[in-house]
C-alpha cells in the first residue's frame, strides 16, 4: 500500500521517485531521531523504497519520537531505543549503514535557555560522537544533517541565503551551528560524505503535540482541533518561512542521493507567510475557530527572531528541489491526520494499536 | 619598577595609559588561563595599573599555564588553580568580580583532532558554564572572549573581516566560535555584557616552549636559542598575521575599558609575513641560525589553513588601537626573554627561583 506521501511524489515527479528508489533500493539506511517527526515521515517513504531502516531515538518523553508515528511501517523496520548521548551504542550502531539521516536533536529555543547544557549535549556533543563513530566504524557512509534556520538569528525581511553570516538568538541555534560544522569538517578531513538541509518552520503529521516548545504551527493545529483560542504573541505580524513534511521528507531524499551536495549546506524554505496569516488560513481551512493576540511572555520575547524568509535557490538550482504542497493542503493534510489519530498524541490511550492503519496519512 | 609592557604603553600613547590606568585602578578583574601567554603578560600591567587582579589557571602540565610567569608580580596578585570545567568553582570564583579576561581555552589544531572530546569541554562547554555562573551569581560583570583566526578556517589570500564566513578547518575551529557564541548571546539575552577579540599569530615572553602545538612562531624562536635546524612544513610560504603579545596585551585592556564593544566581535592583526620570512627574519636578528623544508606531516597537511591576513579595521576605527612593535623588534625582545630565563621554560630547573627577577622582560 503506498502512503500519501509516496503517492504524491510518484505522481508530481515520476522520474524522481524512479531515480531515488533505485537509489534506495536495498540500502542500509539509520536514522537517528527515526521516531520523531521529520524521521517517521522520511522512514516510511524509505520503507517503500524497499532500504534496509534502522530508526534510533531515546523516546524521551518531552521530545518528538513516537512509536505510533511508524504504525504503517510496524515489522518492516527495525528499531533500537538508544539515546545519542550515549557513546558506545552509537559505536555499534553506525556499523555497517550505507546511509545516516542524523535527526536527533531538541529545537526548543526556551528549553535550550533554561537547560542549556543538555541542549548542548545533545546538539553538540553527540553529534561530534557519532562522527567519531563514523570516523573509527564506518568512515564510508553518508550523511545528512538536519540543520535549522534558528542557526542565523535574526535577519530582517530579506530572503537569507547561506551565506548570511549566523548569530543565533538561543543556545539551541549555537549548538545547531557547531554540529552542523562537525559534519562538514569530517567531511573535509576525513572524507566522510556530509551534508546540511537548514530546515525552516516545518509542519504535518508525527510532529508532537504535547506543547508548544517545538514546532508552533501544528501546535495552532492542535487548538483548532481542540476548539480552543489560538493564542499568537506580539502583533502576529512575525513572518515565518513555513514547509509542509513531505516536501522537506522528499529534500533528504535527494540531498543523501546526490553526491554534488557532499561538504554543502543547503537551506529549505516554502511559503513565508506572518503567523497570524497563516492561523486564519487554517481558521478557513479547518472552517472554524478563534484566536486572540496576547502580548509576548518575557522568555520567549528575548529570543523572538522576528521576520524569517529562507532562499532556497541554491538547493533549487542544484537539484531542481522546490516545494510541491501548497500551505492550505497542508494544513488540510494535518488537521485530517490528526483528527483521526489524535488519541495517540494527545488521547488518553497512547499505547493503543489505531482503529485502523493510517496509510492515507 | 615599571615592566618594558607598560613602559612601552607609557611612552608611545601617555594619553591612553591614564585613561586605562584610571579605569583599571582599583577594579577587581579575574582572569582565566591566568597562568598562560596571554593572561600573565595582561596581569603584569593589570598589576602596574593597580586593578585587584585574580588569576584562575588549571596549570594543565600541557597546557600554557607557568608560575614562573606571573613572577614579576608575585604577592601582587591572587592565584587560584582551578579548572574551567569544574562549575562550582567558577560559581564561586565570578563572584565580586567587575571584569573577567576569559583567556582560558586549548589553540592546538592537531590536538583537538585527536582528542576532540577534551577540545568541546574546554572550549565549549566550559565557556557556556562561566557564562552560566555569571548570569546566576555576577550579572553586572564584563567578559572578553579570546577568539581566533581558527574560527575561519581556510580563507584565501585576501584580508579577512569580521563579516567572512566562518568554517574551522579543525574542531578547535568550531569549539571557539560555539565559546565565542556563547558570550555575544549572553551579552544580547541577558545583558552580560561581552565581546571578542579574534587573535592571530601572537608572540613573544611567557609563551609554553615545550611543544610546537600551540604556537609555532615561539617554536621557531626556541630553535634558534637551542642551535637547533628549525623544519618549516611544506613550502614555507604560507602567510600568517603576526601579533607581538603586548599588542594584544593592550588591545583586550582597550576593548573591555570601551562600552561600544559590547556584542561586538573584532579581528586583531599586523604584519602578515609568511613562515619563511619570519623565519630569515629571527635567524637575522639572532645572528645566526638555520632552517630546512620538510613535506607537512599527514595530520597537519589535513588541517592547514594555507594564507591567512586579517583584516582589523573594525577595531582600529573604533579605537584607534594598531600594533606598535614591529615584527624585529618583538623577535628581539622574545629572544633576550627566553635566553635570560629558559631554564624556567625547558630547562631542567623549572622550580626553582629565577637568577634575578625579570621586570625588564
Not at 253 to 259: G, S, T
Not at 295 to 320: C, H
Request: charged share 25%.
Amino acid at each position: 500500500m503506498t502512503s500519501r506521501l509516496s503517492a504524491h511524489l510518484i505522481s508530481h515527479n515520476p522520474a524522481l521517485w524512479n531515480r531515488l528508489r533505485s537509489f534506495y533500493d536495498g540500502r542500509s539506511v539509520m536514522i537517528t531521531g527515526g521516531l520523531g517527526f521529520i524521521g517517521s515521515n522520511l522512514a516510511i517513504v524509505l520503507a517503500e523504497m524497499n532500504a534496509r531502516i534502522m530508526l534510533v531515538d531515546s523516546l524521551i518523553p518531552e521530545y518528538g519520537g513516537n512509536r505510533f508515528n511508524i504504525e504503517p511501517i510496524a515489522g518492516k523496520v527495525e528499531v533500537n531505543i538508544s539515546d545519542v548521548r550515549d557513546r558506545s551504542s552509537m559505536n555499534m550502531l553506525v556499523q555497517g549503514r550505507d546511509l545516516i539521516f542524523n535527526l536527533a536533536g531538541t529545537l526548543s529555543h526556551v528549553d535550550s535557555m533554561k537547560d542549556p547544557f543538555t541542549d548542548l549535549e545533545i546538539n553538540c556533543v553527540s553529534q561530534l560522537s557519532i562522527l567519531e563513530s563514523c570516523r573509527k566504524y564506518n568512515p564510508a557512509v553518508k550523511l545528512v544533517f538536519a540543520g535549522t534556520r534558528g542557526q542565523y538569528g535574526r535577519t530582517g525581511s530579506d530572503p537569507v541565503s547561506e551565506k548570511h553570516l549566523m548569530r543565533p538568538v538561543d543556545v539551541n541555534g549555537i549548538n545547531n551551528i557547531a554540529g552542523e560544522s562537525y559534519h562538514l569538517l569530517y567531511n573535509d578531513v576525513y572524507g566522510i560524505k556530509a551534508c546540511s538541509l537548514r530546515l525552516t518552520n516545518t509542519f504535518g503529521p508525527r510532529h508532537q503535540m504535547n506543547h508548544h516548545r517545538q514546532g508552533v504551527l501544528n501546535w495552532f493545529l492542535r487548538q483548532l482541533i481542540d476548539g480552543d483560542k489560538i493564542r499568537l504573541y506580539g502583533t502576529g505580524d512575525q513572518v515565518r518561512d513555513t514547509n509542509y513534511v513531505s516536501d522537506v521528507v522528499e529534500a533528504f531524499l535527494i540531498a543523501m542521493a546526490d553526491d554534488r551536495t557532499d561538504g554543502e549546506v543547503y537551506n529549505l524554505g516554502g511559503e513565508p507567510i506572518s503567523l497570524r496569516q497563516f492561523v486564519e488560513m487554517a481558521v478557513e481551512v479547518n472552517g472554524g475557530g478563534d484566536y486572540e493576540i496576547v502580548p509576548f511572555p518575557a522568555d520567549a520575547k528575548q529570543i523572538e527572531i522576528g521576520d524569517y524568509r529562507a532562499d532556497y535557490s541554491k538547493f533549487n538550482e542544484l537539484t531542481g528541489w522546490k516545494p510541491e504542497v501548497s500551505l492550505k493542503e497542508g494544513i488540510a493534510r494535518t488537521l485530517d491526520y490528526y483528527r483521526e489519530y489524535r488519541e495517540y498524541y494527545w488521547g488518553s490511550r497512547p499505547s493503543e494499536r489505531p482503529r485502523r492503519m493510517p496509510v492515507g496519512a
